[in-house]
């Protein structure tokens, strides 16, 4: 089933989908084969340090155990209209047990495409299908406080701060800086 996300011209598409139009992104469930196109992205947000709190010199094989999933944990990928992974996510219970019913998820974009929607489009997404899936809500347990672009997508798509732990973050530039736990029932 291909339905549009707004904003912007997006196609979600079940895994092994081909469509492909012009200016389109297509968001699908990642395969193995989709690795080498997702690691340089993984990398590239890591190394950065400025939004996950991952070490930053994590090694290709952890970073692939991190974030590659299978269902009923997922991974996603947006793809250009060229085949490139311009962006990734990854849909997992937050915690397990009687806590299994709240989502979390990671979301990244490699930064040459930034500010296109991916991001959102991926948000949207993912939203969708923690909601399919049978999840009650979604919770980030650390949203670094000077990612604002981040902050504000969440809280455009109706995540509310319930909490900031002060100085939970070693920011490469702005140093210790607050991390959000933040939250939206589904």
């Not at 089933?1 to 196609?11: D, F, H, N, S």
């Not at 968001?27 to 193995?32: E, K, S």
């Not at 094989?61 to 991974?75: I, K």
């Amino acid at each position: 089933m291909i339905q549009p996300v707004a904003p912007g011209p997006v196609l979600r598409l079940p895994a092994g989908g081909a469509v492909r139009q012009a200016g389109i992104v297509l968001i699908r469930h990642a395969t193995a084969g989709d690795w080498p196109g997702i690691w340089p992205i993984v990398r590239e947000v890591v190394t950065a340090g400025e939004t996950f709190t991952w070490d930053r010199d994590i090694g290709e094989e952890r970073a692939r155990a991190n974030w590659m999933h299978e269902p009923p944990e997922r991974t996603f990928v947006a793809v250009d209209d060229d085949g490139t992974i311009t962006g990734t996510a990854e849909l997992h219970r937050n915690q397990g047990g009687p806590g299994a019913h709240v989502a979390n998820a990671g979301f990244m974009v490699s930064s040459g495409h930034g500010g296109r929607g991916i991001g959102r489009a991926l948000a949207v997404h993912v939203l969708e299908q923690a909601r399919n899936d049978g999840y009650r809500a979604m919770q980030f347990n650390a949203v670094v406080e000077t990612n604002t672009r981040a902050v504000g997508l969440w809280r455009s798509l109706g995540f509310e701060v319930l909490a900031t732990v002060p100085e939970g973050f070693r920011h490469p530039v702005k140093g210790y800086v607050g991390l959000l736990v933040m939250y939206r029932r589904l």
